[in-house]
């Protein structure tokens, strides 16, 4: 035999096609300790695979074939094992699971990035009519004149309250905005994602008036140092002020975290029973998700009085923070029961390529920072796990990232067809999803509209219209005239 046999050559053919191709192991293995996935696709892969995964001497990923399956672990056994008789060197060795990990997680957000090019994204603007796949809709501004509305609370058919992430809660009154904000409303810590946070009504407003707030609530700890944590407080309104403010939940100085900074949570929703939940992000600090004796990075449980249940999980365990009903997340934005099925769903913003839906049940692990679907947002890798025993898994993940807020599920009559599907808004990607939840599984999503700008929460008003709030406004949806 004179020629190597041709499976042996062809890497080397590939490496001079390619010419700048790191088809080498040991150059990878170089390349691994430095730089971004991004760098290192471009690096490693782009030559064969195209910048964009269209394909040069390598098969496009673009399209939905995949010779070799399409799942997560299929890419990563592909990248991991190559195919060297066809030209791929095997990356396994050179690359520790996971940088592959992170290289998977790159490929699917190339792949949405190249599929959303192909789409048009209707930009609705006032007195627009646009279309979706169940119903044409208009979206018009309802509310003017507002810096960063963060959450909207209907209190009657004609009256509303509107909180500011800077710390103002205005009452709205036949959509027009209160000349000033309410008076009385505590000092709030505004720095990073601090803020004033929710805003909901007592199940029971009409007849007691209690209005919840959520907000991080500026302290000092002993050393002096300015910490803040989310604090809970309820009043009523009168004569433009919130009055009769009782706190409902307050951290211990201990577990307080320095002011500012990131990952609040900040959500407050009601179950049928009249329970209050409401989240606390993990503060940027992953492992306290983990550790049930702390607030941050978990979903709460109280009697509306701020009582805590006796049936709450971990009550009677004296190293436990006895409010937690769900632990291991990362910052939960989103809160929302379902209105048939009084199931309980969370939005949480995840890393890069690992923001999540969860179905929130008692006592359950919900796995941030072991397991997650995501990588740093700068490109490097996170974990290699996207699963773990004693771990729940999200009922999806949204890759690329869409940073998902305010969440709820439409009851109104105006769009029979949305009727109790689940809405879901988004900061990052700008869009408002509708989400189709069925037994308990996600079988259809829809981007409704999407680039006019950050949306930090949607719910459904007593009139049956959506209402979005915009980075300085508030939109309200109606079908087409
Ligand atoms: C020297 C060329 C070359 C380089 C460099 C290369 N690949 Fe490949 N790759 C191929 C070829 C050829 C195939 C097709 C194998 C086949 O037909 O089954 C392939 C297949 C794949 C597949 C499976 C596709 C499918 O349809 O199942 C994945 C995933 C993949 N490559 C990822 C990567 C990644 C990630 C890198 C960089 C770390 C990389 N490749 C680097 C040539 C290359």
């Given at each position: 035999m004179l020629l190597p046999r041709p499976h042996l050559l062809r890497p080397f053919l590939a490496l001079a096609a390619g010419a700048f191709a790191l088809t080498s192991p040991r150059l990878a293995a170089q390349a691994v300790r430095t730089g971004t996935v991004a760098e290192r696709f471009q690096l490693l892969c782009a030559n064969c695979?195209?910048?964009?995964?269209?394909?040069?001497?390598a098969p496009s990923m673009l399209d939905d074939v995949w010779t070799n399956g399409g799942d997560d672990e299929s890419l990563a056994k592909s990248i991991r094992t190559g195919f060297p008789d066809k030209g791929m060197p095997a990356w396994g060795a050179a690359i520790p699971d996971k940088e592959i990990r992170a290289m998977v997680i790159y490929i699917r957000e190339l792949r949405a990035k190249a599929a959303r090019e192909k789409t048009q994204f209707v930009k609705p603007a006032d007195s627009m009519t646009a279309q979706s796949e169940l119903h044409a809709y208009q979206l018009n501004t309802w509310v003017g004149g507002l810096k960063e509305p963060w959450s909207l609370a209907f209190l009657s058919p004609t009256q509303a309250v509107v909180t500011e992430k800077r710390g103002y809660l205005y009452l709205i009154e036949n959509g027009k905005l209160a000349d000033r904000p309410l008076s009385g409303v505590p000092a709030v810590d505004t720095g990073g994602q601090a803020g004033l946070f929710d805003v909901v009504p007592h199940p029971d407003y009409a007849k007691n008036g209690w209005l919840y707030l959520a907000f991080s609530d500026p302290q000092q700890n002993a050393d002096g140092a300015k910490v803040s944590l989310t604090r809970i407080i309820r009043g009523k309104i009168k004569d433009g002020a919130l009055i009769d403010q009782q706190t409902i939940y307050q951290g211990k100085l201990e577990h307080y975290i320095k002011a500012g900074g990131v990952h609040f949570g900040g959500r407050i929703a009601f179950d049928r029973q009249g329970y209050l939940f409401f989240t606390i992000g993990e503060r940027g600090q992953g492992p306290h998700a983990q550790d049930i004796a702390r607030p941050n990075g978990k979903v709460h449980r109280l009697h509306d009085d701020g009582r805590i249940p006796t049936d709450n999980p971990f009550v009677g365990d004296a190293k436990t923070d006895t409010t937690i009903w769900s632990y291991g997340h990362r910052n939960p934005q989103g809160l929302a029961f379902h209105p048939i099925t009084g199931e309980l769903f969370d939005a949480e913003h995840g890393p890069r390529g690992g923001d999540e839906l969860n179905l929130v049940k008692k006592g359950l692990n919900y796995g941030w920072p072991v397991i997650t679907y995501g990588m740093n947002y700068d490109g490097t890798a996170m974990v290699d796990i996207t699963a773990k025993a004693g771990m729940e898994q999200p009922l999806t993940y949204w890759v690329p990232s869409i940073a998902p807020c305010g969440a709820n599920f439409y009851t109104g009559d105006l769009f029979p067809k949305w009727k109790n599907q689940l809405f879901v808004a988004s900061l990052a990607a700008e869009e408002l999803r509708r989400v189709e939840i069925v037994g308990g599984k996600v079988v259809a999503q829809e981007i409704?509209?999407?680039?006019?700008g950050r949306i930090r929460h949607v719910i459904g008003g007593p009139d049956g219209a959506l209402y979005v709030l915009l980075p300085n406004r508030i939109a309200r949806i109606t079908p087409a005239p």
């Open positions: 695979h195209g910048k964009n995964l269209e394909g040069a001497m409704i509209f999407k680039s006019i």
